[in-house]
């Protein structure tokens, strides 16, 4: 038997913003406003409204290459992470993802991870037409400061900031946080106060070991009775070592503020390899208040940091670089602010 095929049904035509506009009785310029996130603001809620339910009536998405080749923006922002899997991470992102897509972007996060090349990530980003970057892995020193500068193209830091202030931030108060967390400890009793700092490279480590030796010349505190260990890297495992080493010093610190949260439960892993208790033996101070710090025991107490809305900063002044390339450059900080819980206590002896 035979089969017999007939012609093949042609497609159906894909919907246009002017169907869209026919629908509704509108201006296509008027559609195009109303379904574009940073543009919205521009059309009555109950037209936009309409349009919307129009457009998801015949099928209609807003095609954003060929906007792209119309304004010369593709509507995607780079994102570098230093690490995806550090659990301090996803508050800042979530205030940048959030705030982009409010105004119409979409983020690509790149995780850079411990192998990874900044510059050459930088430049795949570039190549795929990102309208902006949000970098959050910058050193004091970095190549790719100037780089980013070199491509003209708009870039903000987040959680970090460069040497030479290059790069507009935003970022916590680090000074101010270890000075919270030297005051709770001297208020609480403690005269010999250790310090796990961050590596020396990048600024939260550089510049909280910079407040934390403030802080304790502020409180009238012999510098033999501050010492100061560095981890090299933000790790638990690094801070363990670290702190492994204060407790091994011949008079050992009573409290030990450590430079983020990770160190500080490395700070707690040295304490029981040490037989001590926490807080009875020596009381610990984190810093960055990340995700589940007040579960673990005891629950740490911490200098919070707002990540949310510094991720949300970054974001603005990203945008305001884009919409004009000769914003001046401009350093947003947020201030800290001291959480207490079972990790510190008195010292009474």
Not at 163 to 180: E, F, I, K, Y
Not at 310 to 318: H, N, P
Request: with cysteine; net charge neutral; aromatic share 2%.
């Amino acid at each position: 038997m035979r089969s017999v095929t007939g012609p093949r049904a042609a497609a159906s035509p894909r919907p246009t913003i002017k169907d869209v506009a026919a629908r509704c009785g509108v201006h296509p310029s008027t559609v195009s406003r109303a379904l574009s996130p940073a543009m919205k603001h521009l059309v009555a809620d109950d037209v936009a409204a309409r349009i919307q339910a129009a457009a998801n009536a015949i099928g209609y998405r807003l095609n954003m290459a060929a906007k792209g080749l119309r304004t010369g923006r593709s509507g995607l922002i780079g994102v570098l992470a230093p690490d995806i899997a550090d659990p301090g991470f996803p508050p800042v992102l979530s205030g940048i993802a959030d705030h982009l897509n409010a105004e119409g972007y979409a983020t690509i996060v790149v995780d850079v991870g411990s192998k990874g090349s900044e510059q050459d990530l930088v430049d795949r980003l570039i190549a795929r037409g990102v309208d902006g970057l949000v970098l959050a892995t910058v050193t004091l020193r970095d190549d790719v400061v100037q780089h980013c500068q070199d491509a003209a193209l708009p870039v903000v830091l987040v959680n970090r900031v460069d040497a030479a202030g290059l790069l507009p931030s935003a970022a916590s108060d680090d000074a101010a946080g270890m000075r919270l967390a030297v005051e709770h400890l001297v208020g609480l009793g403690h005269q010999r106060i250790g310090h796990v700092a961050g590596p020396q490279h990048i600024s939260t480590g550089a510049r909280r070991r910079a407040g934390f030796e403030a802080s304790v010349r502020d409180a009238g505190l012999p510098a033999r009775h501050a010492p100061i260990e560095i981890a090299d890297a933000y790790t638990r495992a690094a801070g363990r070592e670290a702190a492994l080493r204060l407790l091994a010093r011949r008079t050992r610190p009573t409290a030990i503020v450590a430079a983020n949260d990770l160190l500080a439960l490395g700070v707690y892993d040295a304490l029981a390899a040490r037989g001590l208790a926490c807080p009875g033996d020596v009381s610990v101070v984190g810093h960055n208040d990340m995700p589940f710090v007040d579960l673990v025991s005891p629950p740490l107490t911490t200098v919070r940091i707002a990540q949310r809305d510094m991720g949300e900063a970054a974001a603005r002044l990203l945008l305001a670089r884009i919409a004009d390339r000769g914003v001046v450059d401009d350093h947003i900080v947020l201030a800290p602010q001291i959480i207490i819980r079972g990790s510190t206590s008195a010292w009474e002896r």
